[in-house]
């Protein structure tokens, strides 16, 4: 099943976007087919510099490599379409030839009366009531209409089923605009039956506009290929569409934000789609066997940040437990604190492998590990507010931290022999876990999360642990 993307570059590419690449990915490598990459950059008035870069970058990142396409070129070349101009007017000759396509002389101004004399008359507005009798020949310069055969129209959509329209939804929609670049309704029709795609994957919103796409393939003797309507993805309420005001973010910086391709992948593919499971976690690979057009549902998928970052945590153990912590350390450049810069791969490797079970996504580790590289700033009412703490004096708090720091300096420096010696300060000091345990944590962190107390001392070293339990004693002592 040959498939393509087909964006247009005005703008960033959003999620919505992105899922209407990779359903259409999926489906061409279940099949063993060419998935096609095309910019529709007819829009020159909302082009937007960089965004077709953009657009490649962030499908390499998922790994929704395309067969054809920019940059690597194909046998349909060119794939933007603003270098297909010939193409269209190849295709629109015909329709001109057999009487189904017009010149357009009338002004904007003239079919704003028109829409104004229907709007009065409370009928609805169809350029092909207004369809001029005698138009000029068509020439650049002049818009070119299709000449609409309005009828009853029926197809079958893989996803809202069997579907039903009427000849009052069918006009005589314009095909190539004055400056000589077609309209979208007419391009993607001319390019896919020239790519030879036959199955066409787009937002539920072009729904409407099918009869009108069925009239221009019956008018050009095209096959209509399969067509796949995918729902609109909603905002985190539920009630309307995914949209800007609703906090929504480009796919560009959510992975600046620390999110993984695998992670992204994963949640958009099931965003309206499932299994029938109850499995969450999919690999590309496995979501290339699983995926089935008759899984879409057909009401839209909430959008769920709490879920995606669930499932990118996920997907940090996965890549640890199955690659090991090399694997992960190579997508966390970038994410380090600044303080990082100065300590080696292999420190910065334990100090990952010590708290990747704890993120959310790769931009936590700015926060959950800038102690182990920079002295933090004491704040001993972390000590006095902490609820486990709070009932000691300070002469208390400054005795407990000396006589730990007296009996740390003279074990070996390991997990298991700190752990050993945390369990033995227990028993002497008659204390429980959550306070000797959280005075120490703070004491050498100043951090709301730390890891298991002894792989925190193991990893920090023990100069730099015990120093930091006699600075707290000093200012406690100085407080």
Known sequence: MKTRFAPSPTGYIHIGNVRSAIYPYLLAKQTNDKFVLRIEDTDQARFVEGATELIEDTLKWLGLEWDEGPIIGGPNAPYFQSERREIYLRWAKKLIDTGRAYADPTSSETIQKYREECNANKIPYLYRNFR?????????????????????????????GDMHAGPEVQDDIILIKADGLPTYNFAHIVDDAEMGIDCVCRGVEYLSSVPNYLAIYEALSLE??????????????????????????????????????????????????????????????????????????????????????????????????????????????????????????????????????????????????????????????????????????????????????????NIEWNEETLQAKLNQLLEKFEKKPAELFSLIRIAISYAPFSPALPLTLEVLGKNTAIARIHDTVTAIEND
């Open 224 to 409: 209509v290929p399969r067509l796949v309507s995918l729902p609109h993805i909603l905002g985190p309420t539920g009630g309307k569409k995914l949209g800007k005001r609703d906090g929504a973010r480009s796919v560009d910086e959510y992975r600046k934000s620390g999110i993984l391709a695998e992670a992204m992948l994963n949640y958009l593919a099931c965003l309206g789609w499932n299994d029938g499971t109850e499995d969450e976690i999919y690999t590309k690979t496995e979501l290339i066997q699983k995926f089935s057009l008759d899984r879409i549902q057909t009401s839209g998928a909430r959008f769920d940040e709490t879920k995606l970052l669930w499932q990118n945590g996920q997907w940090i153990r996965k890549i640890v437990n199955e690659q090991g912590i090399d694997a992960l350390y190579e997508r966390t450049l970038g994410f380090w604190p600044d303080a990082a810069k100065a300590y080696d791969d292999a420190y910065r490797k334990k100090v990952l492998s010590i708290i990747y079970d704890r993120l959310k996504t790769l931009a936590d580790l700015k926060e959950m590990t800038n102690y182990f590289f920079d002295d933090p700033k004491i704040d001993l009412e972390m000590i006095t507010k902490n609820k486990f703490l709070k009932k000691f004096s300070e002469e208390e708090i400054s005795e407990l931290l000396q006589q730990t720091a007296t009996e740390l300096q």
């Open 132 to 160: 001029p009798e005698n138009p000029p020949k068509w020439e650049l310069g002049m818009s070119l209409r299709f000449k609409s055969d309005p009828k009853p129209r029926s197809w079958h959509d893989e996803v809202m």
